[in-house]
Structures are given as C-alpha cells and as structure tokens.
T-cell receptor, first 114, second 113 residues
C-alpha cells in the first residue's frame, strides 16, 4: 500500500455528528487525495492536497473539509455527517514511477452514517 | 462532461479461460489511460498505464490496448486464475489536470473453478 495507512478502518456514526478520517503516509509524498467509492459509481475525488496547507476541491467536495498540517497526514472531516455520506473512503498519494505519476491507494475506511 | 464507461458490469468465467473487458471514454484531450485491479475490501492497484500515443501495454497475463481515435481501451486477461477475481477499473487522466482522474465504475470479474 505504498506506506499509506487509514484510520479508522470502519466507523458507524449518527446523522449530525462530526467525523474525521485520517490518512498517514511514510514516504514524504507531496500530493495526497481523498476519494469516495459508491456502488455503481467510479471513485470520485473529494479533495486533494499539493503540499502542507495547500488543498483544492474535487468533484464532490460539498459537506467535506480537509486539512494538512504535516506532510505525512491528510485529514478528511465531515462537519455534520449525513446518510448520503455513507461510503467507502480511500486516500491516495501520487508518486513518480518511471515516466508517469502513479496514484497509490490506501486500504480504505468504511463509514456508515445512521 | 468527462466520462468513462465500462462493460460488461460483471462477468463470470471458468479458470483457465481468457476474457476481455471494455472501456469507452469521452475525456479529451487526455494524457494517459490506466487500468487498476481492486480486490474486495482493498484499495485499487495499478496494472497498466498507457500514454495517448501507445497502443498496447502488458503486465504478465494482463494486456491493455488503446485506440485513441475511437476512444476505446480493452483489458485482456489470459489463462485466468482464481486470484483474478476482482473489480477492474479503467481510469483516464485529462491532459493538463492529472490530479483529477476520471474513473469508470469497474467490471466485476469472477473466476470459477
């Protein structure tokens, strides 16, 4: 998993509660990403970061915020979780592999909002 | 809108048989096209990556082809094994915006003994 860990791996929460998911990498990569994966959909980009304190929105950023205070950690926060945010969340990093910038994914966090 | 569509949605084959998965995309211009394998409960893992100027790329029993004129790609799996059971995802990287990959929904392959 290219030195990427996600925590927690599973979480069940209630509607309206705040939730923070953590992505941790050990190889000092500059670019980090948060995706969500839902049945019948491809992975969709929520937010990404191109350095400490540098972030940008993805396709489905509404209801989510991110923070990156250290190179190794990228946090995804649901300020007030809704049932529509029940999903599997993947973190990824971008690393140069030969002539390409390849994305490597973490193991995922399964989030259920009741 | 940039889209990637894959077919079939799911496929069951017998161990040892070959199969081909299809990917059609509208992303234009694009810089590269990737195929990922995703085992159940795990993150996607890269199989192949091709630039717009490449026609084919192999990785062991996996061979990807690309026709940029028709905006189609295929992934051919030879002599399938039980461990090939997974979701296979086609991904296109838009030119000049490589952080915003466009993912297909995947083809779920089941290999039976």
């Amino acid at each position: 998993d290219a030195g990427i860990t996600q925590s927690p791996r599973h979480k069940v929460t209630e509607t309206g509660t705040p939730v923070t998911l953590r992505c941790h990498q050990t190889e000092n990569h500059r670019y980090m990403y948060w995706y969500r994966q839902d049945p019948g959909h491809g992975l969709r980009l929520i937010h990404y970061s191109y350095g400490v304190k540098d972030t940008d929105k993805g396709e489905v950023s509404d209801g989510y915020s991110v923070s990156r205070s250290k190179t190794e950690d990228f946090l995804l926060t649901l300020e007030s979780a809704t049932s529509s945010q029940t999903s599997v969340y993947f973190c990824a990093i971008s690393a140069t592999q030969g002539a390409y910038n390849e994305q490597f994914f973490g193991p995922g966090t399964r989030l259920t909002v009741l | 809108k940039n889209q990637v569509e894959q077919s079939p949605q799911s496929l069951i084959i017998l161990e040892g048989k070959n199969c081909t998965l299809q990917c059609n995309y509208t992303v234009s211009p694009f810089s590269n096209l990737r195929w990922y394998k995703q085992d159940t409960g795990r993150g996607p893992v890269s199989l192949t990556i091709m630039t717009f100027s490449e026609n084919t790329k192999s990785n062991g029993r996996y061979t990807a082809t690309l026709d940029a004129d028709t905006k189609q790609s295929s992934l051919h799996i030879t002599a399938s094994q039980l461990s090939d059971s997974a979701s296979y995802i086609c991904v296109v990287s838009p030119m000049g915006d490589g952080n915003k990959l466009v993912f297909g929904a995947g083809t779920i392959l089941r290999v039976k003994s």
